[in-house]
Structures are given as C-alpha cells and as structure tokens.
C-alpha cells in the first residue's frame, strides 16, 4: 500500500516522468560523481562513479543481503549484485521501474541474486532486522527523512548500515537561492531540504550512529550542465513527449541552478548499533 502525501506525489513524478529520465540518466537515476571538475569524466562513466561511491562504502559481500530503497530501473542494484556476490532487493514505488529493473536483471543473469518488487519506503513489507546492508541514492529526497530513516533502521540488522546519496543544506540560503530550492522542490516533487548538520540528530532519532557525511557537491555539480545538453538534444522528442511547457520548466530549473545553484549533495553512511560491525 502506498501512503498519502510526498510518496504519492513522488509515485505520479516518477510515472509521468519515466522516459524523460531514462533518456537522461540511462540506468543510473541519480548524478554523476566527477573526482575532479575537469578531469575528462564522460556523463556516463560519472553516473557510474557516483554507483562506485555507494557500493564501496557498502562493502557487501557474497554473504549479505542488501535492501536498495527507492531503486529505479535496477542499474545501481544490478551492478551491487554482479560487483560483490550479494543478493539484493530492490524497492520503488513505481511499477514500470519495478517491471523494467526486473528484465535487466534477466538479462545478466541475475534474477537469482537481484530481485525487485513495488513498495513504499515509508511502509516496507519486510521484517524487522532482515538486511545486512541499505542503499538510498536519491530516493530519500522524496521522502519525509524521520519516517523514512526509522523505516530502513527497522529492517537493518544490527551492525548493518545505510549509505545514502541526499540533498542537503550547507552553503548561505539568499533568497534567489531560496526561489531556486522552492521551484525545485516543486517541480521533482521533493521533499524538505535540511542543513547538513541537521543529518547527525537525524539520524539517531531514527536509531542510526552516523559514521561519515560527505559534502560531494563540487564533484556531482556538473551534472546540471549536462543534463541541459542532453535535454537540448533530445528537445524534439521529449517536447512530442510532455508538452514545450513541461520542458520550458525543467530547463528554466537547469538555468536556475546553474546560475544560482541549487541543494548541495550529501554521501552518507550510518550504523544501526549492537551486531558485528561491517565496516
Ligand atoms: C532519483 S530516483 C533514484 C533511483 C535509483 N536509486 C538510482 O540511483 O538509479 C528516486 C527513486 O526513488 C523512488 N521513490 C521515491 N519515493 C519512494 C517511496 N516512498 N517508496 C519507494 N520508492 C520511492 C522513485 O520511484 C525512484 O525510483
């Protein structure tokens, strides 16, 4: 069952979205991770690097079972399950991505090893202490964090950890940047966005140590540019696809958060106390 309010929001986004976002993003939804500005990064070997900097921070191995809460079309679980040997469950919110990472995984070989079924973050039908290991790339900036990073404490068991990629807040707030952050939140039904230090506090309410937070903002910002470049290329497919005034909006964002910038980016790791540790 799908609860109310930022999850459904979050669920009619990503329906209507769908192919817009796999003609930006390919199999990896999320950023790209440059390890320097101007270093040579293709777009899609950094959408690959910022996967990379998730799974090695995991550490899983053949033994483990990992939960990947808001998975998209598969590409970071699928790469998770091929790269380290364990087994791992995908969840979103919405179906066709549940169907679409469900055949790529068919088609490595890995249905055995990576499953994926339609769930709501919020209220995940697993028992408590069932996973080894959690990841979140991008799915939490749909969500309210309390009830979410309670949720994933849940099924974690003890000893297991949680590494995310969020939105956070840890440059000064002008109002234009505000008027940026207001259109963003609206227009890719976000969330709230929090100050970086707000994380810690955070995640101990829901039962998580926090281990590391990382400010990756200066290696995933070049992203926006190249989504622009990719949305300009494909205009006259996606403009057949959404209408010019849907697309007139997601490139006015792009401008916007080139010129004024947007939320900075935040890796994540957090512990669930008590069991072996992993790390
Ligand atoms: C930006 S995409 C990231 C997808 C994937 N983690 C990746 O990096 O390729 C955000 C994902 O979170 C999922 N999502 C958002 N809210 C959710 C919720 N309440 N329950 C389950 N999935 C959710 C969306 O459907 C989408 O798959």
């Known amino acids: 069952m799908i ?7 979050a669920q009619a986004y990503y329906e209507q979205a769908e192919a817009m976002y796999v003609s ?9 991770y440059w390890p320097r500005p101007d270093d040579g990064t293709t777009y899609e070997q950094a959408l690959e690097n910022l996967t990379g900097q998730i799974i090695d921070r995991v550490g899983a191995g053949p033994r483990d079972r990992v939960l990947d ?4 079309i598969g ?47 919020l209220e995940m039908p697993f028992p408590d202490d069932s996973f080894d290991a959690a990841i979140a790339i991008e799915s939490l900036i749909h969500m309210d964090r309390d ?8 099924v974690l068991r003890p000893g297991g950890v949680l590494v995310a990629a969020d939105f956070c807040l840890n440059a000064v707030v002008t109002p234009e940047r505000q008027r940026v952050l207001d259109r963003y939140r609206d ?32 290696h995933v910002e070049k992203s926006v540019k190249m989504w622009w470049e990719r949305t300009e290329a494909d205009l006259e497919n996606l403009t057949d696809q959404y209408g010019k005034q849907e697309l007139d909006d997601f490139i006015g964002l792009f401008d916007d958060v080139i010129n004024h910038g947007g939320p900075e980016y935040l890796i994540f790791t957090a512990r669930k106390p008590g069991g072996p540790s992993r790390n």
């Open 3 to 9: 609860t109310e309010t930022t999850s459904q929001k």
């Open 69 to 72: 809460v808001g998975c998209g």
């Open 75 to 121: 590409g970071p679980a699928i790469r998770l399950a091929r790269t380290t040997g364990a087994h791992v469950v995908g969840i979103s919110n919405v179906a066709t991505q549940v169907e679409q990472a469900t055949a790529r995984a068919g088609a490595e070989n890995l249905a055995g090893q990576a499953r994926f079924e339609q769930a709501d973050a």
């Open 187 to 218: 227009l890719d039904s976000l969330s709230s966005f929090h100050r970086l230090d707000e994380f810690p506090p955070m995640l101990r309410r829901a039962g998580l140590e926090p281990v590391e937070l990382l400010d990756a903002s200066s």
């Open 147 to 154: 009830p979410a990073l309670r949720e994933i404490a849940r």
């Open 24 to 32: 930006l993003y390919g199999p990896n939804f999320h950023h790209g």
